[in-house]
C-alpha cells in the first residue's frame, strides 16, 4: 500500500565526485524526519565514492550500485526502480536538500493531494572554484509565498518557443517532485520505462507536462541547485561532458540528426532532444527544419555574447543551417541590454517590496505577502551545508505568517 511508503526518495546517482558527495548525502540525513528514503547509486568513479557513501550509518539510507558502468539515464532508471517513496527526486552529488522538505512537502500532499508534479524555485550554492581558480564559495535564494497551478501544456509550449527554460518546468530534479502514480503511469505507457532520452532530467520535465494537465509551482526552495569545478578549471574535477556522453548505451544515443557539437548546445536543444524522443506522445510536425533554424538562433545568440564565433559556426556546419552573420550579434546584444536592464529594475523591485509590510504588499494588489531574500559568500557560507542555517531562519518566518499550526508538521526526528 501506498501509505506504508515514505512520503519521500530522495535519489543520488554519483561517480567520480567523491568530494562533494558526503555533504549531499548527508544533507538528506539531516532531514528531520523518518518519513524520507535516501538512496546512492555509486556508477562505478574510480574515486572513494563508494566508501564514502557507505561511511554513514542510518536506516534511511541504502547504498546501490549497478553491476557495470552506467550511462547517465540508465543509472537514473536503475534508481528509480530501487525507490519505494509516494514522491520522488533526484539531487546531484553535488546539491543537497534542505531541511523543511519534507515538512514542506507533507504540506502540499495534504492541502494539494491531486498534485502530481511540483516545481519549486532554484536556490543555488557555488563551492570553491565553481568557474574560475579564485571564486569564493557563495549561495543564494529567495522565499516567496506562492501556491499556483500551472497550465502543462501552455508551458511546454512555452519552453518549446524558448519563452522559459526546462528547468522552471516540474522535472524529477534540481527542486522538481513526482508522485509515484505519475511515474508508474508514465513507465507503464513507455513498455516498462520512464526516461526515454540521454538527457534525463530534460526528458523528466518533458514527462510531467505531457502526462498531466496541471502542476503546482510553489515559492519555497526545497533542494539546494550546486555547482562544482569542471575539468576545464581543475584537471583533477570530474570531465561532466564525458561522464554525459562518453559511456556507451546500449538502449540509445543522442540524435544524430542534431549534430554532435553537445558542449555547445543551449539548453533548449537538449530540451528539444528529450521532446522528440517522447514520440509517439509528442507531434513530430515539431521536427522541422524551419524549428532547428530557430533553435540555432538562440545557440548562436549565446555564443557569440559569450565570444565564441568559432563554435557559432562549427554548430551551424553540425546542424547544417546558415550560420550567424556579424549583424545578428549586435541586434542580440541590444536586446541582451535591455533584459539585463529589466533584471536589474525587478532586482531593485524585489528588495524594495521586501521592506514593505505584508498589508501594504496585499493593498497594492500582489499575491506574494513574503518576500525573503539572502546571499552569502566565502566563511559565511564554507560548504553546503552551513548554508541551511539561514534556510532555516527563513522558512520559520514563513511558517509563522502563512501556515496554520496544525499545518506545521513537526515529523518524528531519528
Known sequence: MESSNPLLSVLIPTRNRDRYLSHSIQSALNVPSSDIEIIVSENHGSDAGWEVANSFSDPRLKVVRPDK?????????????????????????????????????????????????????????????????????????????????????????????????????????????????????????????????????????????LHTYRYLEVGVPLTWIGTSPSSKVLPSAKNKINDFFGLHSESFSMNPCLGSTYEHWPFLIYFFEAYIAAAPFVSLQEFSLSRIREIYRVAAKELILRGQMQSSIDLATSLGVEPAKPDFLRCHLMKHLIKRGVRLVLKVWNAFRQRLPAQLTRRLGHQVSFYYNYKATGDQCPDILASDVAVASAYNQYQALHMLPEERHLNTRI
Open 69 to 209: 558502468p552506467l550511462p547517465m539515464h540508465e543509472n537514473w532508471e536503475f534508481l528509480l526502480s530501487q525507490s519505494r517513496g509516494r514522491w520522488i527526486t533526484f539531487i546531484g552529488d553535488d546539491d543537497a536538500v534542505m531541511p523543511h522538505c519534507v515538512a514542506y512537502l507533507s504540506y502540499l500532499e495534504s492541502r494539494f493531494p491531486e498534485a502530481e508534479a511540483i516545481v519549486s524555485p532554484r536556490a543555488y550554492y557555488f563551492w570553491e572554484q565553481a568557474y574560475n581558480l579564485e571564486d569564493a564559495s557563495k549561495c543564494s535564494f529567495n522565499f516567496t509565498h506562492r501556491e499556483v497551478w500551472k497550465d502543462s501544456k501552455k508551458a511546454l509550449n512555452l519552453c518549446l518557443a524558448n519563452k522559459i527554460n526546462y528547468l522552471d518546468l516540474p522535472q524529477i530534479y534540481s527542486g522538481g517532485f513526482q508522485r509515484r502514480s505519475l511515474i508508474q503511469r508514465v513507465i507503464r505507457l513507455q513498455s516498462g520505462h520512464y526516461f526515454q532520452s540521454v538527457t534525463p532530467d530534460a526528458y523528466s520535465a518533458v514527462v510531467a507536462t
